[in-house]
């Protein structure tokens, strides 16, 4: 076990190299921020956040956070804007782009860097006035909280994440964020004892103290805000992987967690996807991350109302315009025929409107075991892809598409087996539903 760790504690930790690069490029942009914010007087200062600030980066995640502090006195419309012109102005010669949280923020490349620059109210600790006021707060407490030896262990469990693919609180991943990463380590003490407390994980575990009660699978509190579950945001999927994961580790420790993974597994359900592909106007990541996976599930709980067997759903997009939301289904073909149950026989007023509404329709009329009716009837639709066309084309508003998706559904859909997919971002998160991970199911 402690080869095995020392060795993933050298992986994860940034050559002396890459160290002074990142330096010369947060120095870079602190430099630029600086400039900027003197003709500001709404701002009182800025701070280096995030993991560079924290001393547990990755070599592979390096990003510079920029927290721009505003005086706690001005409007929302002002820090907003006068946020996003900063980080405008100071990223000007970098092809500066914004993204969307709460507020929008700022980001560019520098180097090869993604830099962000992000607006908080200046506050006391518990004053929250924006989800981004306790940055600089996390950054303050874990580098008094984590020692040199700690920050190791920190990227031990980061590497892990990325090996088993559940690193990332971005709504895209729903995993465990490098803060989460960090808290865990500082609540445990160190990789080891984390994934054996993980591995033993009792369904809604508090993990922290908190007077006030969450409803997640697990439930993280942050250690500078207690009425904060930092469990909100990990999905059950990833969480998941992280206790079989752990479990796995623990039977059988091996370097190959602390590695990419390479997968040469053959997939046995790709006959039973089907896919629903478009194109997508550019809008935030953020927004349109949310959009799809609301889409997914839409039309999933359409699917089960049509009578399909949906096993497993998820959504996706590359960095231009394509999207898809994909569905691995029990059969793509199911009867043609179904059972309406309907009221029982002692309730006189509703039999009439049953057999009234529904005998023409039936292949047969019957009462059961319980005293209901029922009737036999042919499916209006039995094809899975004959199916979703006709709910995008003729009951768009009604499927629960998120309506900023419905121009994008108008201007054409594909609805296709997986087989026929080449785009590669798709092709690859087809891969994700359709195989059995065996890092954790082993």
């Not at 490349?109 to 940055?135: F, H, L």
């Not at 989460?180 to 103290?209: A, D, H, P, R, W």
């Not at 997919?421 to 994700?432: N, Q």
Request: charge should be positive; include cysteine; glycine fraction near 6%.
């Amino acid at each position: 076990m402690n080869s095995i760790l020392n060795y993933a504690k050298k992986e994860a930790t940034p050559p002396k190299k890459l160290q002074q690069k990142k330096q010369r490029i947060a120095k870079k942009a602190c430099d630029l921020v600086s400039q900027v914010i003197e003709k500001c007087p709404q701002v009182v200062g800025f701070e280096l956040g995030g993991s560079y600030a924290k001393g547990t980066w990755l070599p592979e995640k390096a990003d510079i956070d920029i927290f721009v502090k505003f005086n706690k006195k001005i409007s929302e419309k002002d820090f907003r804007n006068i946020g996003t012109k900063i980080g405008f102005q100071s990223l000007k010669k970098h092809k500066p782009y914004t993204r969307h949280a709460e507020h929008p923020f700022v980001e560019a490349m520098i180097d090869g860097t993604r830099v962000n620059i992000v607006p908080c109210y200046d506050v006391n600790k518990g004053e929250w006035q924006s989800a981004t006021d306790r940055s600089i707060y996390h950054t303050k407490f874990m580098s008094q909280k984590l020692s040199d030896s700690l920050k190791g262990e920190v990227r031990i469990l980061k590497k892990f994440f990325l090996h088993i693919d559940a690193y990332g609180a971005e709504i895209a991943k729903e995993g465990f964020s490098g803060y989460v990463s960090e808290v865990l380590i500082s609540y445990f003490g160190s990789f080891e004892k984390t994934i054996k407390k993980i591995s033993e994980l009792k369904k809604g575990q508090v993990i922290g103290k908190s007077t006030k009660k969450f409803d997640s699978p697990i439930v993280i509190i942050d250690p500078i805000d207690s009425n904060r579950n930092l469990g909100t945001a990990i999905s059950m999927d990833n969480l998941g992987k992280f206790v079989l994961a752990s479990r796995a580790f623990l039977k059988k420790p091996s370097k190959k967690f602390f590695k990419k993974p390479v997968s040469k597994r053959i997939m046995k359900n790709n006959d039973k996807i089907v896919v629903v592909q478009f194109k997508f106007k550019d809008r935030s990541d953020d927004i349109i991350w949310g959009q799809i996976k609301r889409a997914s599930n839409a039309l999933k709980t359409q699917l089960e109302l049509g009578g399909f067997t949906v096993l497993r759903n998820s959504s996706v997009k590359d960095e231009k315009e394509n999207a898809a939301l994909i569905f691995l289904l029990h059969a793509k073909k199911i009867e043609n025929s179904l059972v309406r149950s309907g009221p029982e026989i002692s309730s006189k007023e509703h039999c009439e409107k049953f057999i009234s509404a529904n005998l023409k329709k039936s292949q047969l009329m019957w009462i059961n075991e319980e005293g209901k009716i029922q009737s036999l009837q042919k499916r209006k639709l039995d094809d899975v892809k004959l199916f979703l066309q006709d709910i995008l084309k003729n009951n768009l508003k009604n499927s629960g598409i998120p309506k900023g998706l419905e121009k994008d559904f108008k201007k054409g859909v594909k609805i296709i087996d997986a087989s026929k997919v080449s785009t590669k971002s798709i092709k690859e998160a087809i891969v994700d539903i359709a195989i059995t991970d065996e890092t954790i199911f082993r």
